[in-house]
């Protein structure tokens, strides 16, 4: 869907003044009683967020504040209304329900707004005027405030726009069909323009708001019910009525509700004063609010911590289900997952089962944790003609496999999922049969990325978890593939680079020219290095597998395991260039165990799963 920028002269959407008997509903709403109010019976329909005030308006007018908020008056203790209610001496009577509602700059006020077009002020929010007795061709669906609280504009379901006060007219949808009617409104930071949102994510911005994309012809799985803006209008959000978020512009993901079922339909939303989350609204009054207090990563302010489980995936839901809670029991916050092209499309390019996938990401999104997922592993019959027969095999098409990465992130976006990394361990020939690519890796990637930010734009794209292996003519080294990767062009393609630090037999902090953790920014090349030459040292890097064996060939022993932990969280977070780090992995197998696990065989915590948990506190 495209911009629309359509200014109309039309009557019904000329900004209208207030009458002189709306002025005397502005003295009769100013005289509304102040304080808390319980709800009153009706359904939500309205949420706003101001400076030091949430709160949540139902369709009969009663208005919940929250802990933080104070609730300014209700229509519940009012005498009087502006048009679309008839006093009483206990409360009023409303013509029509309430449909939106905006708050006032300061916290100090708000105003609602019925689907008539009445309006009811409380606090300082003063009254600019309402539609009175005018006859809409379509109800009133929404509301926006001026930056300064000396307007507000009204959005019909057409598209007509009625601003008041202050507020500016900057253009409507006038006679235009629409596919979609609209359901709701935001406005720029300095009032000089708006967007409006259709049910099926249709963004139309007018005057000085700006374009920064739109659903276009992304099929739903439940309508969209609202937006809010960035402060700076470089960005907006959109909800669905599933608690789906959609990010646009500089609007970052904070979380939705995913795979979790709302006890009632979401109804709307709005961001916080700074930009730094939102609160959805369900019908029903309950609120949910991002990020929440189980999120951490780069994102909140810190590193990113978490497991990297593949082998997980194969388990029973309620296997995942203990799994996870008990991860997010000592401070793990992400799982690192396979979006695995062989099994979600096995069946041909028009066939799709992503119900084991789905059934991880419902488990990991309940546990309150977040996923990195890994999109790999090429079905038989997308794979090199080489590669046949080879489970990790290329793909033949890098646009093919990139139709597939924009698939999932249209997917499992609505769910709650920003991260993408493309591939695993692509410098290695075991994972990129018949052998590492980099000039092929790197059209993958850049394909992947595009199609990912076209539905997705706030996400976070990772390059594919590079192995710490050496150059022997059958893998080649990590700087080595990256300084190939930037030669072929992909600069731009990647928000933070995905890298395996393993360092085993050695500590973290043991230098040696091998470790994967001194190739990171010790070494001579180094990652950081060949980041840092070619304009990327603002990226991070996100360590999306460490760890050591506590047995085996390789096995260093359950104390060392469990140090070498220890060394890597302190590691990471004392470099501010390290944006996550996932160790590999949960639990050993019991039948064919690796032992790189936190969890031996039989379930029992080892060393390193006590570090990991005393380390994050």
């Excluded at 019904?12 to 009769?28: G, K």
């Excluded at 959805?280 to 609010?289: E, I």
């Excluded at 695995?340 to 309150?368: C, E, F, H, K, M």
Aim: a negative charge.
């Amino acid at each position: 869907m495209q911009q629309f920028r359509h200014p109309t002269t039309e009557g019904p959407h000329l900004p209208i003044r207030p009458r002189s008997a709306q002025a005397q509903v502005r003295a009769a709403a100013r005289a509304l009683t102040a304080g808390r109010c319980k709800l009153s019976t009706g359904l939500l329909v309205a949420v706003v967020l101001g400076p030091g005030l949430f709160g949540i308006a139902s369709a009969s007018g009663g208005l919940r504040p929250s802990s933080s908020g104070a609730a300014h008056g209700s229509l519940a203790t009012a005498a009087a209304g502006s048009g679309s209610a008839t006093a009483t001496t206990a409360a009023l009577t409303l013509y029509k329900p309430i449909v939106g509602m905006a708050a006032g700059p300061n916290g100090g006020g708000y105003w609602l707004v019925a689907s008539d077009g009445g309006i009811f002020s409380f606090g300082d929010a003063a009254f600019h005027g309402s539609l009175g007795a005018m006859t809409l061709n379509k109800p009133i669906v929404g509301m926006a405030a001026g930056p300064n609280g000396g307007g507000y504009w009204l959005v019909a379901s057409d598209g007509g726009i009625f601003s008041f006060g202050d507020a500016a007219f900057h253009g409507s949808l006038g006679a235009m069909t629409l596919n979609k009617p609209i359901v709701g409104m935001a406005a720029g930071p300095n009032g000089g323009g708006y967007w409006l949102v259709a049910s099926d994510g249709g963004i139309f911005a007018f005057g000085d708001a700006q374009f920064h994309g739109s659903l276009g012809a992304m099929t739903l799985n439940k309508p969209i019910v609202g937006m809010a803006a960035t402060p700076d209008g470089g960005g907006y959000w959109l909800v669905a009525s599933d608690g789906g978020i959609f990010a646009f512009g500089d609007a970052q993901f904070h979380g939705s509700l995913g795979s979790q079922v709302p006890s009632a339909p979401i109804i709307d939303m709005s961001a916080t004063a700074k930009g730094s989350g939102y609160t959805l609204a369900g019908s029903d009054g309950a609120a949910y609010g991002f990020p929440t207090t189980t999120s951490a990563g780069p994102a909140a302010g810190g590193t990113a911590f978490g497991l990297s489980v593949p082998a997980l995936q194969g388990d029973s839901a309620t296997q995942q289900s203990a799994a996870y809670a008990n991860m997010s029991s000592i401070g793990l916050r992400w799982v690192r997952i396979d979006a695995n092209w062989s099994v979600v499309q096995a069946g041909g390019p028009l066939s799709y089962d992503w119900t084991a996938l789905d059934q991880s990401v419902s488990a990991i999104r309940a546990a309150g944790m977040n996923v990195d997922m890994t999109i790999d592993y090429a079905p038989a019959w997308a794979r090199a003609a080489d590669a046949t027969g080879k489970a990790y095999g290329q793909p033949a098409s890098a646009a093919a496999f990139a139709t597939f990465a924009g698939q999932v992130a249209a997917h499992y976006g609505p769910d709650g999922v920003s991260t993408y990394e493309i591939w695993n361990e692509p410098n290695l020939q075991e994972y990129f049969e018949p052998a590492p690519d980099p000039s092929f890796y790197t059209t993958m990637l850049r394909d992947s990325y595009a199609a990912i930010k076209s539905v997705q734009p706030a996400s976070t794209v990772l390059s594919g978890g590079l192995a710490p292996a050496a150059s022997d003519g059958v893998n080649i080294n990590a700087v080595d593939f990256l300084t190939s990767m930037y030669a072929d062009g992909a600069a731009g393609s990647f928000d933070d680079l995905g890298y395996h630090a393993y360092s085993y037999p050695a500590l973290p902090d043991t230098y040696e020219t091998w470790s994967g953790w001194s190739q990171m920014d010790q070494t001579s090349p180094s990652l950081r290095g060949v980041m840092t030459a070619n304009g990327d040292s603002g990226k991070q890097i996100w360590i999306t597998e460490a760890g050591a064996p506590s047995a085996g060939p390789s096995g260093v022993g359950t104390a060392a395991q469990a140090e070498a932990a220890t060394e890597a969280i302190q590691g990471a977070r004392n470099a501010s260039w390290i944006g996550a780090l996932f160790f590999y992995t949960y639990q050993d197998s019991a039948t064919d165990p690796d032992y790189f696990g936190l969890i031996d065989g039989s379930g029992v915590p080892k060393q390193a799963w006590t570090a990991v948990a005393a380390a994050l506190g």
